[in-house]
């Protein structure tokens, strides 16, 4: 007979017990795959797809790319250790990611936010200092002023003049050095590689590096889509990096892995590095899983990421086809569009993307391709916008009557699609 505390405990069992599968779990997640591989927003949905991964053929059909037993297999067969003490199978993805890169030492982290963060308090010892970056970099504008916070660090965004990537011309000036109480001397320029899904030359890389170097000054580069200009350049990821003294490499941008960052750079630094991702709340536990993910990814993904970047090109085609304009190119994975050429606006293109019968996703002006996008998607893309230049033809609109472009010193290319209230 049980007793009134087991039948509590069995009470408070049943209170705690959660399943976060709904009834149609199954079908769900299968029209999840078909709406991302029509989703323009962003590369690190793919992620999602480990268990019903899809690779998408010229037709536009779906099939096997990182299907259940395959990639789930793999993955659950990596090592069973604590990462924050010590997991094999994380262990050996960090030292194959810093062995390509021509690193000593990798360090997996959860997000490519915290590895930058990391990084750039790993590298600064001692306030005052300053970070230079590019005036569009993650780093400066989408990493909730992390460097102010985690580091006590002043940013100095840089404008490129080119409008396409920084130079050293553009960075001396901006150097800040001596000892001048009044000022925060310049520790590290980061740099980002691509920006925007564009490729800052490597020779620029070099130059700045070198000229850098000289000067005592430490380089950071924040490689969350590198894969991308390896893929584009064929230069090695060996070359991209040494002009770096730390890189971060993101596993879930364009690459597809549910989650992960890898952080390379000299054993010191790493050895640090661990020590503020343990600070910073990142330290996990059962990582395996997730390294196994991650090197499925690096051995089937990156050689889809050429292809990748065909769909960019044939998306920015069309679009030039029809008169659209283009407010950053394709070089890689994505580019940024300007419907108003047409008489088109943005929030119009979301609505009635939404409104397909096979629905497109979209949130503005970027228009970003991944390992499942569907060319068919692309394809459904231009048509909906030949058909709304073509109705705005119709009702009277003529490209004289597009608003004048306001001459700007910073051009941001991210315009959220917005209806007028």
């Known amino acids: 007979m049980s007793s009134l ?8 069992a049943q209170e705690i017990a959660c399943d976060v599968h709904s009834e149609t779990q199954d079908d769900d997640n299968i029209l999840k795959v078909q709406e991302i591989s029509r989703t323009f927003v962003s590369d690190t949905i793919t992620g999602i797809l480990s268990r019903y991964g899809a690779r998408i053929h010229a037709n536009g059909k779906l099939s096997s790319l990182v299907p259940t037993k395959e990639m789930n297999a793999y993955a659950l067969g990596a090592s069973l250790g604590d990462d924050v ?13 810093a ?30 200092y300053s970070v230079i970056t590019d005036a569009r970099a993650h780093i400066y504008r989408m990493e909730a002023g992390g460097a102010a916070f985690h580091s006590g660090a002043n940013s100095i965004p840089i404008i490129p003049a080119n409008e396409h990537h920084l130079t050293w011309e553009d960075i001396e000036p901006r150097i800040v050095s001596g000892t001048d109480v009044h000022v925060a001397p310049t520790r590290i320029i980061a740099l ?15 130059e700045i590096s070198k000229n850098a170097r000289s000067r005592g000054i430490i380089m950071h580069l924040d490689g969350a889509r590198i894969w991308h200009v390896a893929a584009e350049t064929r230069l090695s990821m060996k070359e991209l990096c040494d002009p770096f003294e730390s890189v971060s490499l993101c596993l879930s941008k364009g690459l597809g892995a549910p989650i992960g960052t890898i952080l390379v750079g000299s054993k010191p630094f790493i050895t640090k590095a661990r020590w503020f991702r343990k600070l910073f709340g990142g330290g996990m536990r059962q990582t395996g899983y997730m390294a196994g993910c991650a090197a499925y990814a690096l051995t089937y993904n990156f050689p889809m990421l050429p292809h990748v970047h065909a769909l960019a090109k044939r998306m920015q085609q069309g679009l030039e086809e029809l008169g659209v304009g283009i407010l950053s190119p394709a070089e890689t994975c994505m580019l940024f569009y300007d419907p108003s050429p047409i008489g088109v606006e943005y929030w119009e293109v979301v609505e ?8 497109i996703k979209l949130n503005g002006s970027r228009l970003l391709m991944h390992v499942q996008t569907s060319p068919q998607a692309i394809e459904d893309f231009l048509e909906l916008l030949r058909a709304l230049k073509e109705e705005k033809a119709a009702a009277g609109w003529r490209p004289e009557n597009a608003p004048p472009k306001k001459k700007t010193l910073f051009r941001d290319v991210y315009v959220k699609a917005v209806r007028p209230a």
């Open 192 to 206: 980002e590689n691509t920006l925007n899904g564009t490729i800052i030359p490597q020779d620029d890389v070099i």
């Open 85 to 97: 003490y010590f997991e094999p199978s994380t262990a050996f993805l960090e030292t194959h990611v």
């Open 99 to 128: 062995k390509i890169t021509g690193k000593e030492a990798g360090l997996f982290l959860p997000t490519g936010t915290m590895s930058n963060q990391v990084a750039i308090r790993t590298h600064l010892q001692q306030p005052p």
């Open 5 to 12: 505390t087991d039948i509590r405990f069995a009470e408070l």
């Open 352 to 359: 009635r993307a939404a409104q397909l019968p096979d629905p």
